[in-house]
């Protein structure tokens, strides 16, 4: 997609792509608290980061797993209260199909995807979201 200067994306956040944009917002989301599949889904809709359902998959898809390979967040279901984070103890290429056969394959059935997959910060990723999130207060 191609950022013209008609593009609000490219007067908010010049220079940033839709993925550079996502990943910063998903990392400094977590710090708060863990990240739910839809809220991926919401940050791209609020911020326009794509045009058509296809592309917002396909962002979604790629950010993600973006995020898991440089080991700054991980995916799994969400902890009992007073739990910590444990991502799924599976490899990267099986948890984006499993995301993949959710949240493309089976779209249209919301509660099977939007509240039942969710990232959580790793210490570098936490490092890096107060990094960012400093960078924006300053």
């Not at 977590?30 to 911020?47: K, S």
């Not at 979604?60 to 444990?86: C, N, V, W, Y």
């Not at 509660?111 to 969710?118: E, R």
Request: charged fraction near 20%; proline fraction near 5%; aromatic fraction near 6%.
């Amino acid at each position: 997609m191609n950022q013209s200067s008609d593009d609000p994306r490219a007067e908010t956040h010049p220079g940033l792509t839709p993925q550079q944009l996502l990943r910063a917002e998903l990392l400094t989301s977590g710090l708060d608290d863990w990240v739910p599949l839809v809220e991926v889904e919401t940050v791209i809709n609020r911020a326009c980061l794509a045009d058509t359902l296809a592309a917002q998959q396909d962002l979604a898809l790629r950010t993600i797993r973006s995020l898991l390979e440089d080991g700054l967040m991980q995916i799994g279901d969400l902890p009992h209260p007073g739990e910590k984070f444990a991502g799924w103890d599976i490899s990267i290429d099986a948890a984006m199909q499993r995301v993949y056969d959710l949240f493309v394959g089976q779209y249209d059935d919301r509660a099977s995807w939007d509240l039942t997959i969710w990232l959580g910060l790793t210490p570098a990723g936490e490092q890096l979201a107060r990094t960012l999130s400093n960078q924006r207060t300053n």
